[in-house]
Structure formats: C-alpha cells, structure tokens
C-alpha cells in the first residue's frame, strides 16, 4: 500500500502565497510522476502541475508564472509554491503519485485526501 499525505493548506488573503507539500510513505519501489490536482466547489478536477522523476514539468496555464512544482526523489515528496494567490485558486488541491510498489507488476494511480486552499479577504 502507498499513503499520500498533503499539508499546508489554509486561508490566505489574494496576493499572498502558500507551500503545499506531499509525502508518500509505504511499499514504494519507485515513483515516477507526482502531481497536484484541485477541485472546486461544483467544478471538474482540474491539473494544476505535474513533475516526472526527471524533473519534467508541465503546469495548467492559468497558474504558469505563479506556481512552482518541486520535489524530492529521495524522500518520494512533492512540493506546490503558490504565490500571487487569487480568490479563483480557492479549491481542494489534491496530491497524485503514478507508483509502483514493492513485488508488483504495473504502477498504480494514487491520491491523497486533499487539503482546503481558501484564498479570501
């Protein structure tokens, strides 16, 4: 079994920043893409950033220049730096991890519980 555990999450006035991190923690052989999601209140689940083993990122357009996606392999953990935040970011962000465990054949698809981002004046 894989955990994802995510932090950092909050209220924030617009303008401000937050720094999300997530842990992956259990029978991990390798993890090779790790990523953030949100989910807004009556909206789809939607890519925030994505970040391969290699360092290969691809980021959602709306938040190109404002996020940074960082992790680090070693401690299997992914990091989100928000900055400028507007009330729009305001949304369940969601930690993802493509992973393949110890004695299994395929990678599996694995997902944190989400953490509340509430960007408000």
């Known amino acids: 079994q894989v955990q994802l555990v995510e932090s950092g999450g909050g209220l924030v006035q617009p303008g401000g920043s937050l720094r999300l991190s997530c842990a992956a923690s259990g029978s991990i052989f390798s993890i090779y893409g790790m990523g953030w999601y949100r989910q807004a209140p009556g909206k789809r689940r939607e890519l925030v950033a994505r970040?391969?083993?290699?360092?290969?990122?691809n980021y959602a357009d709306s938040m190109k220049g404002r996020f940074t996606i960082s992790r680090v392999n070693a401690n299997n953990t992914v990091y989100l730096q928000m900055n400028s935040l507007k009330p729009e970011d305001t949304a369940v962000y969601y930690c993802?991890?493509?992973?393949?465990?110890?004695?299994?054949?395929?990678?599996?698809?694995?997902w944190g519980q989400g953490t509340q981002v509430t960007v408000s004046s």
């Open positions: 970040i391969t083993s290699g360092g290969r990122i």
């Open positions: 993802n991890a493509d992973a393949l465990l110890i004695g299994a054949v395929g990678r599996i698809d694995v």
